[in-house]
């Protein structure tokens, strides 16, 4: 270690003889949230050991759903049971009998029975006359879940 510098250049070094010891390792440097996690609010972890699943029959042009421009409209993501995704944009008059017929037009060789679903709090959406405004549904998350 560098003791003291004076203006006439002179530099003391103190050394210290540590040859008789044994080498002890450093600690290593813990990196914290360097793991995987969970996001809070899905509806199962997926495990990701197998190779990811890609849809046997995807879609060349997407379906949309009649939108009026004239009115409110919101983003919905549809999170499908095959772990794709679907984004579109609904009126808040539309109902979730409109979403449940825009995945089926999406994805024809689906699961022939599913229930839609909120992530966050966990809500199973069964009528399907309820607008999207009144469901809570505007720009959400839902699940499709086989039956």
Not at 33 to 59: D, I
Request: cysteine-free.
């Amino acid at each position: 270690a560098v003791v003291s510098t004076q203006s006439t250049g002179e530099v003391h070094v103190n050394m210290v003889d540590k040859r008789s010891e044994d080498f002890v390792a450093p600690k290593p440097i813990l990196r914290p949230f360097s793991g995987s996690g969970y996001r809070l609010g899905s509806p199962a972890p997926q495990v990701t050991s197998a190779p990811s699943v890609t849809p046997t029959n995807p879609p060349t042009s997407r379906p949309t759903v009649s939108l009026d421009e004239s009115q409110p409209t919101t983003s919905i993501q549809i999170r499908l049971a095959d772990g794709t995704r679907l984004v579109s944009k609904f009126n808040h008059t539309h109902t979730v009998g409109d979403i449940r017929g825009f995945i089926n037009l999406s994805r024809p060789d689906g699961p022939p029975s599913y229930s839609l679903m909120t992530t966050f709090p966990n809500k199973v959406l069964s009528e399907e006359g309820q607008s999207i405004a009144a469901a809570g549904l505007l720009n959400a998350v839902i699940v499709q879940k086989r039956s």
